[in-house]
């Protein structure tokens, strides 16, 4: 009776050391069955800094990139420092300019006061306004489908002799017609109204051919166009108005010059842009 008591005791006592170190072992020295029965599938965690939003379709269009000879930059800052001499030294004749595009009194008094031509704000500012324009068709040539094979800085210098001769031209034809007519006062009023709308759009002209080097070339070229075509309106209305307003101006002699100097440049200017734009 006491014999089996104890023999029960002793088994229990090797159950429960049995189970003790069990619990102890390492996870590798169970049997395969145990330690698959106790592996835990692991829990995903969704971080806080990461975004859960898919994205979509939308593509950003990259910024316009242009490639320009290293002048292109050089001139426009030579223009700019033009400008900057013009505004520092010659500030009253420089505002008598603006005035004077918009006021027919303010354009006969700068007239009066002296000759515009031989001023040195009057011939810098035309260096400007010759750099600006060429610098304008220069930077379109892109745009239309003309193939030239020269050098980028030679087309620019040609373009520039381009403008300067049709200038040339249009100052020869005034005189020739006024000789022939006797309108020499008269024809010098003209000239220097013409001349100062001339300086006039050099001046606004800087800023957005400066934006059409290194910004996006169709819509300053736009810009730049609407800009011109402002002045030139301006200029067409003017020299009608002056050649209205004086007896002795012929009106033959007006329109003779407006229809081969004013006139036609522009049909031929819209002929090209219909034609030959690839927008």
Same mark, same amino acid.
Request: with cysteine; glycine share 4%; charged share 10%.
């Given at each position: 009776?006491?014999?089996?008591?104890?023999?029960?005791?002793?088994?229990?006592?090797?159950?429960?050391?049995?189970?003790?170190?069990?619990?102890?072992?390492? /996870?590798?020295?169970?049997?395969? #069955?145990?330690?698959?029965?106790?592996?835990?599938?692991?829990?995903?965690?969704?971080?806080?800094?990461?975004? @859960?939003?898919?994205?979509?379709?939308?593509?950003?269009?990259?910024?316009?990139?242009?490639?320009?000879?290293?002048?292109?930059?050089?001139?426009?800052?030579?223009?700019?420092?033009?400008? %900057?001499?013009?505004?520092?030294?010659?500030?009253? &004749?420089?505002?008598?300019?603006?005035?004077?595009?918009? /006021? &027919? @009194?303010?354009?006969?008094?700068?007239? &009066?006061?002296?000759?515009?031509?031989?001023?040195?704000?009057?011939?810098?500012?035309?260096?400007?306004?010759?750099?600006?324009?060429?610098?304008? /068709?220069?930077? %379109?040539?892109?745009?239309?489908?003309?193939?030239?094979?020269?050098?980028?800085?030679?087309?620019?210098?040609?373009?520039? %002799?381009?403008? $300067?001769?049709?200038?040339?031209? !249009?100052?020869?034809?005034? &005189?020739?017609?006024?000789?022939?007519?006797?309108?020499?006062?008269?024809?010098?009023? $003209?000239?220097? #109204?013409?001349?100062?709308?001339?300086?006039?759009?050099?001046?606004?002209?800087?800023?957005?051919?400066?934006?059409?080097?290194?910004?996006?070339?169709?819509?300053?070229?736009?810009?730049?166009?609407?800009?011109?075509?402002?002045?030139?309106?301006?200029?067409?209305?003017?020299?009608?108005?002056?050649?209205?307003?004086?007896?002795?101006?012929?009106?033959?002699?007006?329109?003779?010059?407006?229809?081969?100097?004013?006139?036609?440049?522009?049909?031929?200017?819209? !002929?090209?842009?219909?034609?030959?734009?690839?927008?």
């Amino acid at each position: 009776m006491h014999y089996s008591a104890i023999e029960m005791l002793f088994n229990q006592s090797d159950t429960i050391a049995q189970v003790f170190l069990s619990d102890t072992m390492d /996870a590798d020295t169970l049997p395969v #069955n145990v330690t698959d029965s106790l592996s835990v599938s692991p829990k995903t965690y969704q971080s806080l800094f990461v975004s @859960n939003t898919t994205s979509g379709d939308l593509t950003e269009k990259p910024l316009p990139v242009q490639n320009q000879a290293f002048w292109v930059p050089l001139i426009l800052i030579l223009g700019f420092v033009l400008l %900057a001499w013009s505004r520092l030294y010659f500030k009253r &004749r420089l505002g008598m300019i603006f005035q004077g595009v918009f /006021a &027919r @009194n303010y354009a006969n008094q700068l007239i &009066r006061e002296g000759n515009l031509f031989n001023e040195r704000i009057g011939l810098v500012l035309f260096l400007l306004y010759l750099s600006t324009m060429a610098m304008f /068709a220069y930077l %379109a040539i892109p745009l239309f489908n003309i193939r030239i094979n020269m050098p980028p800085g030679l087309i620019y210098i040609s373009i520039f %002799a381009f403008f $300067l001769g049709l200038w040339l031209l !249009k100052v020869f034809m005034v &005189r020739i017609l006024s000789l022939l007519f006797s309108t020499q006062d008269h024809s010098q009023s $003209l000239l220097t #109204n013409m001349y100062m709308y001339n300086l006039f759009a050099g001046i606004i002209l800087l800023p957005a051919v400066s934006c059409m080097a290194f910004a996006d070339l169709e819509i300053f070229f736009y810009i730049s166009l609407g800009l011109i075509v402002f002045t030139y309106s301006l200029r067409l209305i003017r020299g009608v108005i002056i050649g209205i307003s004086l007896i002795k101006f012929s009106p033959f002699h007006l329109m003779l010059y407006l229809c081969t100097l004013e006139i036609l440049p522009l049909i031929v200017l819209a !002929k090209i842009l219909t034609r030959n734009m690839i927008l």
